[in-house]
């Protein structure tokens, strides 16, 4: 080992910690206390060693990737998602569009792939080509006319983002004055073509989601649609408890489109909103997209690495690009709109791995895939049938056998039917950061099927104290309906929180999924 100070071998260094970053792809990191000879020390400081304890403390409880997802050399830069990581993915997809009709927007699909011509008009062509993954059509077929399959031959390019199919949908019917704003969301897969060397676990990919949005609106509404999904991010970020994120404003790059002034004008309007929000923000110049300025929103990761999220950027070019106009008041006189490209959490992906970060395997309970598991007691296979069918009456509360459910619950419900012994298996259900456990033996075979009892008990939390209030308030409002006390010890105990009925406990699950806990 050679020190930052000086050429020659460093003899006396000890290794305080190791590190390994599996989601920010594979690499292991070992630091070290050293000094030169003349100042060596036989062990480190206090300081030293209690600084190491602390950062050696497991990030999560999950510590394999695989877990989430999977990598193959097929597929490099895309990965292979197992059940739990499509959990995640689909439980932020859901919780975004559950907050979309507050926001104005509506969801829409588009295609995957379109003519390189479309990508010149947008102007991604000339920018972006090298990002982007070119795919070669059939061509014209034989013995037909070339006028009928103009076209049919040129290259094609898988999107790198939506903005183009937006505008097209936008463009398909005659739009108002009074129709605006018009707000589009978007979750389709984006591609870009990333360097192989760039790639990097789930922070860095070539084909990734993103909650794509657009928004058309006439300039004086600018302002307002800017504050409002800077309050969406807000209430994002606050209810995914992230902390603290940084607002970035970038400006002009060297390479754009579109004249100067435009781009002044992009530019006073996004810090007009900026300075209205009452939040402090940066400026990073040059960092604009081509087409125009943005606010980029900043997380910090355990490691003290920033990662740009969501996004708010303003564009007069594309509109015009693609000839957008909607009629105002006097119908001889047509505008063109402004179009906000935003998204909140940016690359699902990405994001889902900021979150395995910050939670440390302690998820709350509406994104966890280990939201409860049963354990039983013994090697009676008896028993053994019946924790799981418990599971899945749990897992499915609305599963009905020969009845279709239009919007059908759904849980992470696990059984734990090993061998272990009960205290085992708890210690388990804790460091695999399960939120809570139910406990089956003997007794509830004696119990008819219709009427299990569970005891219900708290496993893990980021939150415990809110999930052990939230949980009070399920019980209190259970006596209130019933009219019968449920039974339940002290909700602050680590103890059994509560013995509830299978169909009482669907009705926790639901309650604690639907308040995001």
């Not at 390994?20 to 036989?42: K, Q, T």
């Not at 791995?353 to 008896?382: H, M």
């Not at 699950?509 to 995001?516: K, P, Q």
């Amino acid at each position: 080992m050679r020190t930052r100070w000086q050429s020659r071998p460093c003899k006396w260094h000890r290794a305080s910690r190791s590190s390994a970053h599996l989601f920010h792809g594979s690499s292991l990191r070992f630091y070290c206390v050293s000094c030169a000879p003349s100042n060596r020390i036989e062990r480190p400081t206090q300081e030293a060693d209690k600084a190491g304890r602390e950062a050696s403390k497991p990030r999560y409880a999950i510590t394999s990737p695989h877990e989430f997802y999977s990598e193959h050399k097929s597929s490099p830069g895309s990965p292979l998602f197992q059940p739990a990581g499509t959990h995640v993915l689909q439980k932020l997809q859901a919780f975004l569009r559950a907050q979309y009709p507050s926001y104005g927007f509506e969801e829409v699909l588009t295609p995957n792939i379109f003519k390189k011509s479309l990508w010149e008009t947008s102007g991604h062509w000339e920018i972006y080509k090298d990002d982007m993954f070119a795919v070669t059509g059939r061509g014209p077929p034989r013995g037909h006319d070339p006028e009928i399959e103009l076209g049919e031959g040129e290259e094609y390019g898988l999107k790198p983002m939506n903005c183009p199919g937006h505008c097209l949908l936008f463009k398909s019917q005659k739009r108002s004055y009074k129709d605006l704003p018009i707000r589009y969301a978007d979750f389709s897969p984006l591609h870009r073509n990333e360097l192989s060397g760039a790639l990097s676990g789930l922070t860095r990919l070539r084909r990734f989601h993103q909650d794509d949005g657009h928004i058309f609106c006439n300039q004086s509404q600018l302002t307002g649609e800017i504050a409002r999904t800077l309050d969406f991010v807000q209430l994002v970020y606050r209810t995914l408890d992230l902390g603290d994120y940084k607002l970035r404003l970038g400006t002009r790059p060297t390479q754009f489109i579109g004249t100067v002034h435009d781009w002044d004008t992009a530019e006073g309007h996004l810090t007009t909103a900026l300075e209205d929000s009452g939040r402090s923000y940066y400026i990073n110049r040059g960092d604009g997209a081509f087409y125009g300025p943005k606010i980029d929103i900043v997380l910090t990761d355990a490691d003290g690495k920033d990662h740009q999220t969501a996004t708010i950027q303003l564009d007069f070019q594309l509109p015009k690009r693609f000839g957008l106009e909607f009629d105002t008041p006097d119908s001889a006189v047509k505008q063109t709109p402004v179009l906000i490209h935003r998204a909140v959490l940016g690359s699902l992906e990405r994001f889902m791995a900021l979150l395995i970060e910050s939670y440390c395997g302690k998820w709350p309970f509406w994104l966890n895939p280990r939201q409860l598991i049963l354990l039983t007691v013994g090697q009676d296979q008896g028993v053994r049938r019946r924790a799981e069918e418990m599971a899945g009456q749990l897992a499915s509360p609305d599963a009905r056998p020969g009845a279709l459910a239009l919007k059908a619950r759904a849980f992470m419900v696990s059984c734990d039917n090993s061998d272990e012994s009960i205290g085992k298996k708890i210690f388990n259900a804790r460091k695999r950061g399960f939120n809570l456990y139910a406990v089956v033996g003997e007794r509830n075979l004696k119990q008819p099927p219709n009427n299990q009892a569970l005891d219900i008990s708290l496993a893990s939390h980021p939150k415990e104290q809110d999930l052990r209030e939230a949980i009070r308030v399920f019980l209190h409002s259970q006596t209130l309906k019933t009219g019968s006390e449920v039974q339940a010890n002290h909700v602050t105990t680590k103890a059994v929180i509560a013995s509830l009925t299978i169909q009482q406990c669907q009705d926790l699950l639901t309650y604690l999924d639907s308040r995001y806990l």
